[in-house]
């Protein structure tokens, strides 16, 4: 196809430019050897597991961190007995599970066929499972068993089950990323995130379904549902780690995060959701969306056990792995689960917890933190335009799934709507570079906004109800903040909805860089003071 001037008159309208026929004239070279350039460019596409020469990090000059490693000190007190009714022990924290593990009152291998039970029973019905793997699992909970038996127990998750969104690989196992396209897609190794949490003797029992291409909670196998009201979807896109960690089909689930999807589903489904920061957790072996947004992180029943998951993911691969990820950091991650909040400050807008959008049970979460002793400081949030950030997201995803796009196998997914990702991706391509480099700019200049917040306030983290903190939830994505999504309260369902024990109320807490362990010791305090952690969806 030959460019024309004319096809440059149609582009100027694109980059907002009016250029005289003369200009016009003066580019069409320049113009017509940038698309020689994309040609050959394409004729060396890169794989999908490379990532860009442009490094992302959220650290700004001149902040420190602690370098030295840090420890993670597990809660104590006393450990109820086990349950006899399995049901109770499939809701169980890891926590309890682990503690039950170390006592010999419960093995690895009774506790995975728990949770394959379930996962057969349950699994259908939530929509939630790509992949059950017993066979395998059943074989690890055995190894887990017989080195705990020798005295060799990994840590907290030695003998626990756990599912894996199906964007990880998984050596030998289909991994499917929720799309039509990748149904038959097995990677030859195993994610970074997978590995680790097999070398800290965790089981994995299941590949947990996502939004087609990790977008909402639509994929090939159907809609993932919420444990909590069957009439509705679990949101997502870590639309069944969330799901099957609600409803006790797993002990413990991993998630990832672009722009929402831990915190979505997690407040959605009312479990815990740790989003670390940017560069917390290696992402190799994970499917890539935006190199400079995608995080993954926990899915817990409670703060503590993501905390405990967290410990054992955090961290750059060892040894280096081919495929490294270029972001991963080695900052120690520090969390005392057995230290009061007290003397923290956090932040928040009045306003957000007067609205429509706001429940009692976030201002009971308020008086819960003041009566730990945690000083609430009345602050604005910053005003960034988000807006103009997500070509940033836009052209990263479009690059990511380019192939798909120009080989036409997008007509292959089953959304096909304006907003689903085959429309996103083509119209992604007419992004301007020059915009996406202003985008890019204004993300520095929201950095800076939101560590002047912190540091003006002298602020230890933040907090917002979900639905009014659409701002926030992009800001920090943008940023690399971490964040914690906790339960704190039931709302009544809908009239008509199937949802006779309510629906989970959340709240969002948002941390300082590489300060994880700030918004833990909050999360447990709003958990133990609240005591709703443990009111089971009705889905069995």
Same mark, same amino acid.
């Given at each position: 196809?030959?460019?024309?001037?004319?096809?440059?008159?149609?582009?100027?309208?694109?980059?907002?430019?009016?250029?005289?026929?003369?200009?016009?004239?003066?580019?069409?070279?320049?113009?017509?050897?940038?698309?020689?350039?994309?040609?050959?460019?394409? @004729?060396?596409?890169?794989?999908?597991?490379?990532?860009?020469?442009?490094?992302?990090?959220?650290? %700004?000059?001149?902040?420190?961190?602690?370098?030295?490693?840090?420890?993670?000190?597990?809660?104590?007190?006393?450990?109820? #007995?086990?349950?006899?009714?399995?049901?109770?022990?499939?809701?169980?924290?890891?926590?309890?599970?682990?503690?039950?593990?170390?006592?010999?009152?419960?093995?690895?291998?009774?506790?995975?066929?728990?949770?394959?039970?379930?996962?057969?029973?349950?699994?259908?019905?939530?929509?939630?499972?790509?992949?059950?793997?017993?066979?395998?699992?059943?074989?690890?909970? &055995?190894?887990?068993?017989?080195?705990?038996?020798?005295?060799?127990?990994?840590?907290?998750?030695?003998?626990?089950? *756990?599912?894996?969104?199906?964007?990880?690989?998984?050596?030998?196992?289909?991994?499917?990323?929720?799309?039509?396209?990748?149904?038959?897609?097995?990677?030859?190794?195993?994610?970074?995130?997978?590995?680790?949490?097999?070398?800290?003797?965790?089981?994995?029992?299941?590949?947990?379904?996502?939004?087609?291409?990790?977008?909402?909670?639509?994929?090939?196998? $159907?809609?993932?549902?919420?444990?909590? =009201?069957?009439?509705?979807?679990? =949101?997502?896109?870590?639309?069944?780690?969330?799901? @099957?960690?609600?409803?006790?089909?797993? +002990?413990?689930?991993?998630?990832?995060?672009?722009?929402?999807?831990?915190?979505?589903?997690?407040?959605?489904? +009312?479990?815990?959701?740790?989003?670390?920061?940017?560069?917390?957790?290696?992402?190799? $072996?994970?499917?890539?969306?935006? *190199?400079?947004?995608?995080?993954?992180?926990?899915?817990?029943?409670?703060?503590?056990?993501?905390?405990?998951?967290?410990?054992?993911?955090?961290?750059?691969?060892?040894?280096?792995?081919?495929?490294?990820?270029?972001?991963?950091?080695?900052?120690?991650?520090?969390?005392?689960?057995?230290?009061?909040?007290?003397?923290?400050?956090?932040?928040?807008?009045?306003?957000?917890?007067?609205?429509?959008?706001?429940?009692?049970?976030?201002?009971?979460?308020?008086?819960?933190?003041?009566?730990?002793?945690?000083?609430?400081?009345?602050?604005?949030?910053?005003?960034?335009?988000?807006?103009?950030?997500?070509?940033?997201?836009?052209?990263?995803?479009?690059?990511?799934?380019?192939?798909?796009?120009?080989?036409?196998?997008?007509?292959?997914?089953?959304?096909?709507?304006?907003?689903? *990702?085959?429309?996103?991706?083509?119209? =992604? &391509?007419?992004?301007?570079?020059?915009?996406?480099?202003?985008?890019?700019?204004?993300?520095? &200049? @929201?950095?800076?906004?939101?560590?002047?917040?912190?540091?003006?306030?002298?602020?230890?983290? %933040?907090?917002?109800?979900?639905?009014?903190?659409?701002?926030?939830?992009?800001?920090?994505?943008?940023?690399?903040?971490?964040?914690?999504?906790?339960?704190?309260?039931?709302?009544? $369902?809908?009239?008509?909805?199937?949802? #006779?024990?309510?629906?989970?109320?959340?709240?969002?807490? *948002?941390?300082?860089?590489?300060?994880?362990?700030?918004?833990?010791?909050?999360?447990?305090?709003?958990?133990?003071?609240?005591?709703?952690?443990?009111?089971?969806?009705?889905?069995?």
């Amino acid at each position: 196809m030959t460019i024309t001037t004319r096809s440059l008159a149609g582009a100027e309208q694109l980059a907002g430019l009016t250029l005289t026929a003369r200009e016009r004239r003066q580019a069409l070279a320049r113009v017509a050897g940038l698309i020689d350039g994309y040609a050959l460019q394409r @004729a060396v596409a890169p794989a999908s597991d490379e990532a860009p020469a442009v490094r992302f990090d959220p650290r %700004l000059p001149g902040m420190r961190f602690p370098a030295t490693r840090g420890r993670l000190v597990r809660s104590g007190g006393r450990v109820p #007995p086990l349950p006899a009714d399995d049901d109770a022990i499939a809701y169980a924290p890891v926590t309890r599970l682990s503690r039950w593990l170390e006592r010999g009152v419960l093995t690895s291998e009774r506790l995975t066929r728990i949770y394959l039970q379930r996962l057969r029973a349950l699994g259908p019905r939530l929509e939630c499972v790509v992949t059950l793997l017993d066979e395998q699992a059943l074989r690890a909970a &055995r190894r887990a068993d017989r080195e705990r038996a020798r005295g060799r127990a990994r840590g907290p998750l030695h003998g626990i089950p *756990w599912g894996a969104k199906d964007l990880l690989d998984t050596r030998g196992i289909a991994t499917t990323w929720g799309a039509e396209p990748y149904r038959d897609r097995v990677p030859d190794r195993d994610a970074e995130v997978v590995r680790k949490l097999d070398a800290a003797g965790a089981v994995l029992v299941a590949k947990l379904s996502l939004g087609a291409l990790a977008y909402g909670d639509v994929w090939f196998g $159907g809609k993932t549902r919420n444990p909590f =009201s069957l009439d509705t979807g679990s =949101s997502g896109s870590s639309a069944g780690s969330a799901a @099957a960690t609600a409803a006790g089909l797993v +002990g413990f689930a991993i998630g990832s995060e672009t722009l929402g999807s831990i915190v979505s589903p997690s407040a959605t489904c +009312g479990t815990v959701g740790l989003r670390p920061t940017f560069g917390r957790v290696s992402r190799a $072996g994970a499917m890539p969306l935006a *190199w400079s947004l995608d995080k993954l992180g926990p899915i817990t029943r409670t703060v503590e056990d993501a905390a405990l998951v967290l410990g054992a993911i955090a961290g750059p691969e060892r040894p280096p792995r081919a495929d490294a990820d270029p972001c991963v950091v080695d900052l120690p991650f520090a969390c005392d689960c057995r230290r009061p909040p007290s003397g923290l400050r956090v932040g928040y807008e009045p306003a957000s917890f007067r609205g429509a959008t706001a429940h009692a049970s976030h201002r009971s979460a308020l008086r819960a933190l003041r009566a730990a002793g945690v000083a609430l400081v009345p602050v604005q949030y910053p005003d960034t335009p988000t807006q103009p950030l997500m070509a940033i997201l836009s052209a990263e995803s479009a690059a990511a799934f380019d192939e798909l796009t120009r080989s036409d196998r997008d007509d292959a997914l089953a959304r096909q709507d304006d907003a689903a *990702w085959p429309n996103l991706f083509r119209a =992604s &391509r007419f992004i301007p570079a020059v915009e996406l480099l202003q985008a890019e700019r204004l993300r520095r &200049r @929201a950095m800076h906004e939101l560590h002047a917040l912190f540091e003006t306030h002298a602020l230890d983290a %933040l907090l917002s109800p979900p639905r009014a903190d659409d701002g926030m939830l992009a800001l920090t994505n943008f940023t690399g903040h971490p964040s914690l999504t906790v339960r704190v309260g039931m709302r009544r $369902g809908e009239r008509g909805e199937r949802a #006779p024990r309510g629906r989970p109320v959340a709240l969002n807490l *948002w941390g300082r860089l590489y300060d994880e362990g700030t918004l833990v010791r909050l999360g447990l305090a709003l958990e133990r003071a609240l005591d709703v952690w443990d009111v089971r969806p009705a889905c069995g």
